[in-house]
């Protein structure tokens, strides 16, 4: 399922259409409508998506002029946290004491 058909779906499911989406992102129904029927515009956002991927970062904070760098953690990086103390947290109930290291 290419980009267009997921919007297209979402669409249908929300009962959205250009009007309603445009007034909530703060486009013209035209700019919308010539985005969405523009492959080459996607072509911009799949930039900047590997460009976040590479820094790190989320394409949202990525624009968002109103943020400094360095960005926060990532909701992934977190997420690798708690899973983490979760695990070190269950060893410390069992007595455990982790996985060996190599050198030991």
């Known amino acids: 399922m290419n980009w267009q058909e997921k919007v297209e779906q979402w669409m249908t499911d929300t009962r959205h259409n250009v009007s309603s989406i445009s007034k909530r992102i703060g486009v013209s129904p035209q700019g919308l409508t010539k985005v969405l029927n523009n492959p080459e515009s996607w072509e911009t956002v799949r930039r900047a998506i590997s460009l976040a991927k590479l820094m790190e970062t989320s394409v949202e904070?990525?624009?968002?002029?109103?943020?400094?760098?360095?960005?926060?953690?990532r909701k992934a990086d977190q997420d690798q946290i708690l899973a983490a103390i979760e695990q070190m947290v269950r060893f410390a109930r069992t007595g455990m004491t982790g996985p060996k290291s190599l050198s030991e």
């Open 61 to 73: 904070y990525l624009f968002d002029e109103n943020k400094s760098w360095p960005p926060p953690p």
